[in-house]
């Protein structure tokens, strides 16, 4: 079956350190996105890709890092930067990113930072 | 800045009953508007769209959302929800032509009890 995974579905870091948290999808879409999820938030968009090898921020870049060297995949690095890294991150893929292209999700990765 | 404001955070009914969860969005230019959905387990998974024409559009499962443009509004509705309608429910809004951008709103939880 087609899809997106993310993995590990809970990761646990020590503040300070950096995390990757890993998106792949074999959906064949074009479009890549990176959300994160707070209670009473919403998702918030995180970065966007809508090409390999080229990303653009979304609402709330700062404190992450990304990367699009392949088609299929789109990992996303919590900094140490980033002042609350506690939070569901949801990964996303669509055909393209024009307006008739709707986003497949990926199951989620809830990282805690103590 | 677009925001999307949903209502309701936490909607109990009971079989059978009717369902209106609210959504408002600002932004004042064409927009596209869906309704996500996530059951228990499982991922995010699009309800209904709303790109243009017959502003009634109806979904999967009996589902059915109103576009009011003079209200900025874009309701999600169900005449009678089953056991199985429990979720959390997300509105989202797109600006057109916006390389799918979506904003989303804060998700309503509906608990239905048999």
């Known amino acids: 079956d087609g899809g997106i995974t993310q993995s590990p579905k809970y990761l646990f870091r020590k503040e300070g350190q950096n995390v990757t948290l890993s998106c792949e999808q074999n959906l064949n879409h074009d479009a890549m996105y990176w959300y994160r999820q707070d209670p009473g938030q919403g998702l918030r968009l995180i970065y966007y890709?809508?090409?390999?090898?080229?990303?653009q921020k979304g609402d709330i870049a700062e404190g992450y890092s990304v990367s699009r060297e392949k088609k299929e995949s789109f990992p996303l690095t919590v900094t140490s930067a980033q002042k609350n890294p506690t939070a569901f991150y949801l990964c996303?893929?669509?055909?393209?990113?024009?307006?008739?292209?709707?986003?497949?999700f990926g199951n989620g990765t809830r990282l805690t930072v103590t | 800045a677009q925001s999307v404001s949903q209502h309701n955070h936490h909607v109990i009914l009971s079989e059978a009953a009717s369902l209106e969860l609210g959504c408002n969005y600002s932004?004042?230019?064409?927009?596209?508007l869906f309704w996500y959905v996530q059951y228990p387990g499982q991922h995010l998974q699009l309800l209904l769209k709303?790109?243009?024409?017959?502003?009634l559009v109806k979904g999967i499962k009996g589902f059915e959302a109103e576009f009011i443009k003079s209200k900025f509004s874009f309701n999600l509705r169900k005449p009678s929800v089953q056991w199985s309608d429990t979720a959390e429910y997300f509105c989202a809004v797109a600006h057109s032509g916006g390389y799918n951008k979506l904003i989303f709103g804060a998700g309503t939880r509906l608990a239905v009890h048999p």
């Open positions: 932004y004042g230019g064409t927009v596209n």
């Open positions: 996303a893929s669509s055909i393209g990113t024009g307006d008739a292209s709707p986003l497949h």
């Open positions: 709303y790109f243009s024409g017959d502003p």
């Open positions: 890709s809508q090409i390999v090898n080229d990303f």
